[in-house]
């Protein structure tokens, strides 16, 4: 079993900038693909950001490309999200999953590709 504590949620300003951890226990979560999901009340869960191990491949939805950024550090057992211009459409509950199996173009953003769920942590920016 994993288990996933997101933090580093907040309120922020437009422009502003959050960097989300997740910390993984129970086992290591190396060689597992990794991600972000976010969900706001009136809409499905959706990828945001994921990560490979090994060669860390990453893949971002495309209204985030360019202002996020997903990160690991195995020997911490952590997932990261840095969220950089936000904008009010970022505002959602940002939950991170783990995967046992290798991520990729066609599943990446797939809540069906992931096992293991974090509880969520709120993000809200303002304009």
């Known amino acids: 079993q994993v288990q996933l504590v997101e933090s580093g949620g907040g309120s922020v300003q437009a422009g502003g900038s959050l960097r989300l951890s997740c910390a993984a226990s129970g086992r290591t979560v190396s060689g597992f693909c990794l991600g972000w999901f976010r969900q706001t009340p009136d809409n499905e869960r959706e990828g945001a950001a994921s990560i490979n191990d090994g060669d860390f491949t990453t893949y971002y939805t495309d209204s985030v490309k360019g202002r996020f950024t997903i990160s690991r550090d195995n020997a911490k057992n952590t997932l990261y999200l840095e969220m950089n211009n936000l904008k009010p459409e970022d505002s959602a509950m940002y939950y991170c999953?783990?995967?046992?199996?290798?991520?990729?173009?066609?599943?990446?953003?797939?809540?069906?590709?992931?096992?293991?769920w974090g509880q969520g942590t709120q993000v809200t920016v303002s304009a």
């Open positions: 999953a783990a995967s046992y199996w290798m991520c990729d173009a066609g599943n990446w953003y797939s809540r069906a590709t992931f096992t293991w």
